[in-house]
């Protein structure tokens, strides 16, 4: 058997917290749970107003944003760029995000942004997901359509940059009135990994991280990550305590 891959722990903060000095505090906390278990690889995501300091001083945890616009520069009041992001020594940004794609963000606006993350060789973590399920199983065209337009015309080169989370918007967040199951998501990844291969090829494909997110906590990781196989978790809630996620992070070292 060849080396097991690590998995990546990534949390996701939103808009949260309020303040610089409880952003360093939390994100001290978490460095050093990430330098007790290095096999997994940990990635903070802090509101964009955080980023140059964490930067800075990343240590243990790698750090992204959580979106970033698709021209470098110019008249966009409030946008900020990939290039930026990257001229930050920031390796990674979130994408297409659901809370984002409420706001606006069409699965064309999505493809505009990864392409122009993907030039900026940032590593992006592409998110998809569906709102509800129906019997008829027709969500499955939804999450086809919203993976192949997110992802078009990229170039195959750039294809070991991308990371894909499935994140049923059904189970993110506060208003979540359940959260899906390994088995599930386990179905799901076969379906997106599918999807994957036909957009590039068999090989390409199979190396693309697929990661399950919404509602991730210290009770049900492991399930995800060892029935479910996933190869890495989008934490929002539980990235922002530190004990908890800790946890997360001493799971996927063992796994
Ligand atoms: P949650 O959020 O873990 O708080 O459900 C997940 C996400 O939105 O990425």
Not at 62 to 90: C, H, P, Y
Not at 99 to 109: F, M
Not at 150 to 158: C, E, G, T
Not at 179 to 197: C, G, M, Q, Y
Request: contains cysteine; hydrophobic residues 40%; proline residues 4%.
């Amino acid at each position: 058997m060849g080396m097991k891959k690590q998995k990546l722990i990534i949390g996701n903060w939103k808009m949260n917290p309020e303040n610089m000095k409880v952003a360093k505090q939390i994100f001290q906390k978490i460095k050093t749970k990430a330098g007790k278990f290095k096999k997994a690889k940990c990635v903070i995501c802090p509101p964009f107003i955080y980023l140059d300091a964490f930067a800075k001083a990343h240590g243990t945890c790698a750090i992204g944003a959580q979106d970033a616009f698709w021209e470098e520069s110019g008249a966009r009041t409030g946008e900020i760029s990939a290039s930026m992001i990257s001229k930050l020594n920031v390796p990674y940004v979130i994408l297409g995000h659901s809370e984002r794609r409420e706001l606006g963000d069409t699965n064309e606006i999505v493809n505009k942004k990864v392409i122009e993350a993907l030039r900026q060789r940032l590593m992006v973590i592409v998110c998809v997901g569906e709102k509800t399920r129906d019997e008829e199983g027709s969500y499955l065209q939804f999450l086809q359509a919203e993976i192949e337009e997110s992802l078009a015309k990229i170039p195959a080169r750039y294809f070991k940059n991308i990371i894909v989370a499935y994140e049923p918007i059904w189970a993110i967040g506060e208003k979540a009135k359940k959260s899906s199951t390994p088995e599930d998501f386990l179905e799901k990844a076969i379906f997106i990994r599918k999807v994957l291969t036909q957009l590039t090829d068999k090989k390409i494909a199979m190396k693309i991280p697929i990661l399950y997110g919404g509602s991730v906590n210290d009770a049900n990781a492991a399930g995800f990550l060892q029935e479910g196989r996933a190869d890495g978790l989008l934490i929002g809630r539980a990235s922002r305590d530190p004990q908890i996620f800790g946890e997360i992070l001493k799971t996927a070292h063992n796994v």
